[in-house]
């Protein structure tokens, strides 16, 4: 059976708090486990008035603390923002808090706008170019092997399992170079998906960490009882990608919009068609059936599952009905 897990973006939504929303969190990351998906990941974004996961090491803490059998960890942390040493300090102190529960996936986008970006690099000037220079130093101070003449403490030996994450043919490359396990973001950046899988699997070299290539995609789920309350339930987060893509600035999730689609003209909706394309929307026996269409396509080891929904409570059930489809395949 394939894994699946779940990404979350923490979400804000219009009229509510980023408490409110790392409340959720911790919640959601509670259901998840008892549903069996097999880790929790958060993703590193700034300046985004929709996202409360900019201090993403410690909402893994506070969603670490929340559980205990899920792996926890960030899909992913932006590597050119931080210094390697300040993360293996930060992820050894979280696999010192949640021992062998923690993951490390690793992407070189910034996480944020250009303006936002020269605000968080100040003084360190990392543009993405040294990134994979930087991973090694990172596995570096977890080998605890003395290459960099500094140890990490926390960090030196910690059991992270390092991730690369990617939406360009860059990061296949690295993982498959590095012998790592990627992440690809077709659920949100698809148009280079199956290059990606053919580079990534192609050029693996098997590493002390993996002896075959080990492949997560993001895919989107908006489950619930019909099709036609899952088209609903979607039209939260296609608002907000349609606000971002339109004007470069993320909103907070807006309520859902009967006939959303429809409003759009043809632009609009080409423009969703292809950025959601890895996406299931529907009922269970809908859900089930994409779900399993996509992962004949790409072979997956693993998807790594997400989704905003303006409603909690809807969502928990949407992952209900996820986790059902994906254990029935």
Known sequence: MTAYSLLDLVPIVQGGSAAQALANAADLARHAEALGFTRYWVAEHHGMEGI????TAVVIAHVGAATATIRIGSGGIMLPNHAPLQVA??????DALFPGRVDLGLGRAP???????AAIRRGYGGDGNDFPQDVVELQSYFA???QTGIRATPGAGADVKIWILGSSLFGAQLAAALGLPYAFASHFAPGLLDEAISVYRRNFRPSAVLDQPYLALGFNVFAADSDAEAELLASSQQQAFVAIRTTGRGIQL???VPGYRESLGAQGNAMLDQVLSASAIGSLDTIRDQLA????RTGADELILTSAMFDHAARKKSLTIAAEAMQSL
């Open 144 to 146: 605890d092997d003395g």
């Open 89 to 94: 300090e930060q992820f050894g102190t979280l």
């Open 293 to 296: 269409a996509f992962i004949a």
């Open 52 to 55: 409360a996961s900019a201090a």
């Open 111 to 117: 996480g944020s706008d250009q303006r936002v970006a």
């Open 254 to 256: 807006p309520p859902p």
